[in-house]
T-cell receptor, first 115, second 113 residues
Framework: GAGVSQSPSNKVTEKGKDVELRCDPI?????LYWYRQSLGQGLEFLIY????????KSGLPSDRFSAERTGGSVSTLTIQRTQQEDSAVYLC?????????????FGPGTRLTVL | GENVEQHPSTLSVQEGDSAVIKCTYS??????FPWYKQELGKRPQLIID?????GEKKDQRIAVTLNKTAKHFSLHITETQPEDSAVYFC????????????FGPGTSLSVIP
């Protein structure tokens, strides 16, 4: 079946512009995560959606970052007034409800470059 | 919240030797511990996981051991091959934070032919 998809695969933007990154999770997966991975670095947790619960936004680095998940499916990560330090690969992952399984399936990522 | 540490940050072994990567965590309530492998330029993929009700799990050349008392778990790779070269991330499910999964900083493993 289809895996997690993300778009765009690459995004180049100018400093100060807003960007939107999209994630389509695997159908039926209730949990959705966003991570940021800078070159050669680890997976920095950004935000977590679990079913209808309020999202865990504790990893968002500043108020320029926001995310939403419409209808419990597609998620959009928005970065306003981008800065050069926002350049990284943004990874989305989804999983079944905890009671059904635990494996996170990652998308291919969006490589963001802020000039 | 949960804090996950991982050691070593880099590891180089000769082909055929074993590799061990260790992770420690802070929250004794955590109950699920997966390991992910990320090859260069690719997305992370689950390779093995363990729940808190068992102490060891094996899958061919890889195994994971868990010491709940000491709050650490380790990945063991035997008979390493060049294709094992990758970054390995441990992770912990934080029961105190809506079952959020937190990743360690990663270990870059190089297997020298």
């Amino acid at each position: 079946g289809a895996g997690v998809s993300q778009s765009p695969s690459n995004k180049v933007t100018e400093k100060g512009k807003d960007v939107e990154l999209r994630c389509d999770p695997i159908s039926g997966h209730t949990a959705l995560y966003w991570y940021r991975q800078s070159l050669g670095q680890g997976l920095e947790f950004l935000i977590y959606f679990q079913g209808n619960s309020a999202p865990d936004k504790s990893g968002l680095p500043s108020d320029r970052f926001s995310a939403e998940r419409t209808g419990g499916s597609v998620s959009t990560l928005t970065i306003q007034r981008t800065q050069q330090e926002d350049s990284a690969v943004y990874l989305c992952a989804s999983s079944l409800a905890i009671s059904q399984g635990n494996e996170q399936f990652f998308g291919p990522g969006t490589r963001l470059t802020v000039l | 919240g949960e804090n996950v540490e991982q050691h070593p940050s880099t590891l180089s072994v000769q082909e055929g030797d074993s590799a061990v990567i260790k992770c420690t965590y802070s929250d004794s309530a955590s109950n699920y511990f997966p390991w992910y492998k990320q090859e260069l330029g690719k997305r992370p993929q689950l390779i093995i996981d363990i729940r808190s009700n068992v102490g060891e799990k094996k899958d061919q050349r890889i195994a994971v051991t868990l010491n709940k008392t000491a709050k650490h778990f380790s990945l063991h790779i035997t008979e390493t091959q060049p294709e094992d070269s990758a970054v390995y991330f441990c992770a912990v499910r934080d029961r105190t934070s809506y079952d959020k999964v937190i990743f360690g900083p990663g270990t870059s493993l190089s297997v020298i032919p």
